[in-house]
């Protein structure tokens, strides 16, 4: 249980372009997910809170109009980012933590690597 | 094997070791606190928990330890294994807030 799918799992693109990445929990509900970045040989770094029906939350220093998210369901959440530019390339992974549960516990989906030429 | 997860990133240990992986958190208000491992590729994996109201747990071959003294929190590896080797990631969160802050991170190799 508590799967949690990306798609694509990687992606190359050209400078300019959008970029669409899916997050899917796949055997439970999830009222909050979470997107984070993480560059070669460092840490997760938390982007935004994605809440089910209302604005996503974004941390300090990471533009809302870059990257958008929508959570249109449960079960769904997508990151767009817009524009992409060769500095964007990164593995963005994105978390889900089930409704219904007081618990911090979030389970992690497998990440989608970014290319951005 | 043994290492302090924000000063010297990377540990190496013999196959059947046991391996203890360290790290530091600075928030005193922190009262949940998470190992994740990742592999190379992948998303981090869910290894075990710890609230403040404890100082040892035990898992399957792991054990988390927790000093809220010192803000230190450790996890070790029972008879490691070639499949453990990854980077380990210890997450903190306080107050029931659900944002985790990761820590910088091991990276275990287990040598055959």
């Known amino acids: 249980g508590a799967v949690v799918s990306q798609h694509p799992s990687w992606v190359i693109c050209k400078s300019g372009t959008s970029v669409k990445i899916e997050c899917r929990s796949l055997?439970?509900?999830?009222?909050?997910m979470f997107w984070y970045r993480q560059f070669p040989k460092q840490s997760l770094m938390l982007m935004a809170t994605s809440n089910e029906g209302s604005k996503a939350t974004y941390e300090q220093g990471v533009e809302k109009d870059k990257f958008l998210i929508n959570h249109a369901s449960l079960t769904l959440s997508t990151l767009t980012v817009t524009s992409a530019h060769p500095e964007d390339s990164s593995f963005y992974i994105c978390?889900?933590?089930?409704?219904?549960?007081?618990?911090?516990?979030?389970?992690f989906g497998p990440g989608t690597r970014l290319l951005v030429l | 094997g043994e290492s302090v997860g924000l000063h010297l990133p990377t540990l190496s240990v013999q196959e059947g070791d046991n391996s203890i992986i360290n790290c530091a958190y600075s928030?005193?208000?922190?009262?949940?606190f998470i190992w994740y491992k990742q592999e190379s590729g992948k998303g981090p994996q869910f290894i075990i928990d710890?609230?403040?109201?404890?100082d040892k747990r035990q898992g399957q071959r792991v054990t988390v330890l927790l000093n809220k003294t010192v803000k230190h929190l450790s996890l070790q590896i029972a008879a490691t294994q070639p499949g453990d080797s990854a980077v380990y990631f210890c997450a903190e969160t306080a107050n029931g807030d659900y944002k985790l802050s990761f820590g910088a991170g091991t990276t275990v190799t287990v040598r055959a």
């Open positions: 055997d439970f509900q999830a009222t909050t």
């Open positions: 710890i609230r403040s109201n404890m």
């Open positions: 978390s889900a933590r089930p409704l219904g549960t007081d618990q911090e516990t979030q389970y």
């Open positions: 928030n005193s208000a922190s009262d949940y």
